[in-house]
T-cell receptor
Framework: DTAVSQTPKYLVTQMGNDKSIKCEQN?????MYWYKQDSKKFLKIMFS???????INETVPNRFSPKSPDKAHLNLHINSLELGDSAVYFC????????????FGPGTRLTVL | DAKTTQPNSMESNEEEPVHLPCNHS???????IHWYRQLPSQGPEYVIH???SNVNNRMASLAIAEDRKSSTLILHRATLRDAAVYYC??????????????FGIGTKLQVIP
């Protein structure tokens, strides 16, 4: 069983489009995250959700919006896609505390043309 | 926010110990030190974490300086499967549940057969 899954694995789209990436975890964790890894492999946290409440909102454009329909899902919506949004996006989850292990998904490679 | 600094890359011979350093001179008292690694084309995976005392698990050991301004991840016998990017991460949480996550740039470890 896959602990943290993401769909799609690859996403190619045109500038200006709106797209979503889905994430699901079957670990029963309370906190989920979205990370962005750019071409230089720098990994940066974007958001985290705990019990459907946004905890971290790093300085990302408001074109990015996390949506959590329930505790097991945290989807990432991106509006008006730009070339600079091309990256690999990782979803992760943890029980919730700073001591807790984060379990990462396999990543979604987004390419904006 | 407290930052971490790591060497960009390191090399090790197979079956020899590897010491991966991380500096975090502005670490706060509530920051936990976490290490993750990322194998090519995969999401990051947890390696080890600690607060003040040295820690051991089946994957590695974590040595934390007495002043907590630096730490070292120790792989006791490097294998080819250990070739990855290793991230030193600070995580903290205040009483309100807020999580702060700061990533280093990561050290790319090359293991030479």
């Amino acid at each position: 069983d896959t602990a943290v899954s993401q769909t799609p694995k690859y996403l190619v789209t045109q500038m200006g489009n709106d797209k979503s990436i889905k994430c699901e975890q079957n670990l029963g964790h309370d906190t989920m995250y979205w990370y962005k890894q750019d071409s230089k492999k720098f990994l940066k946290i974007m958001f985290s959700y705990n019990n459907k409440e946004l905890i971290i909102n790093e300085t990302v454009p408001n074109r990015f919006s996390p949506k959590s329909p329930d505790k097991a899902h945290l989807n990432l919506h991106i509006n008006s896609l730009e070339l600079g949004d091309s990256a690999v996006y990782f979803c992760a989850s943890s029980i919730g505390l700073a001591t807790d292990t984060q379990y990462f998904g396999p990543g979604t490679r987004l390419t904006v043309l | 926010d407290a930052k971490t600094t790591q060497p960009n890359s390191m090399e090790s011979n197979e079956e020899e110990p590897v010491h991966l350093p991380c500096n975090h001179s502005t670490i706060s008292g509530t920051d936990y030190i976490h290490w993750y690694r990322q194998l090519p084309s995969q999401g990051p995976e947890y390696v080890i974490h600690g607060l003040t005392s040295n820690v051991n698990n089946r994957m590695a050991s974590l040595a934390i300086a007495e002043d907590r301004k630096s730490s070292t991840l120790i792989l006791h016998r490097a294998t080819l499967r250990d070739a990855a990017v290793y991230y030193c991460i600070l995580r903290s949480q205040n009483s309100g549940g807020y999580q702060k996550v700061t990533f280093g740039i990561g050290t790319k470890l090359q293991v030479i057969p």
